[in-house]
């Protein structure tokens, strides 16, 4: 895994990691990670929370729903609040895992790994 900016305690040191960390390069790599972890986080979620939906989604389409459209209703607290916490927990670990650090190449900075 990269370096923290944190575990710098040079000042050349710390200047060179920001010079690096700007970079179009890193910018691209670090883009790259959010984009991975946000479509790993919203998948998980998807798993998770699809039967719930699929349900509410038949009963939405089914011929009560006309009568009593409050089911749609439903719908929308529930997907407010998975989106919520899809959403904070994939940036609580972008926070941990790809914030402030340089990028490698790889995934080394996935799960961890030394690659």
């Not at 990691?17 to 919203?42: D, G, P, V």
């Not at 529930?78 to 916490?85: A, E, I």
């Not at 899809?86 to 799960?111: C, F, N, P, Q, V």
């Amino acid at each position: 895994m990269g370096k923290h900016l944190d575990e710098i305690k040079n000042d050349f040191e710390r200047g060179v990691f920001l010079a690096i960390y700007r970079s179009r390069k890193q910018r691209l790599r670090r883009a790259c990670a959010a984009t991975l972890l946000f479509s790993l986080h919203f998948m998980r979620g998807a798993l998770i929370a699809s039967p719930i939906y699929l349900v509410i989604l038949a009963l939405a389409y089914s011929p009560l729903a006309e009568q009593h459209p409050w089911y749609l209703a439903l719908l929308l607290p529930g997907t407010l609040g998975w989106g919520w916490v899809l959403i904070r927990g994939a940036r609580s670990d972008y926070r941990r895992l790809i914030e402030w650090r340089l990028m490698e190449h790889s995934l080394s900075w996935w799960k961890g790994a030394d690659c």
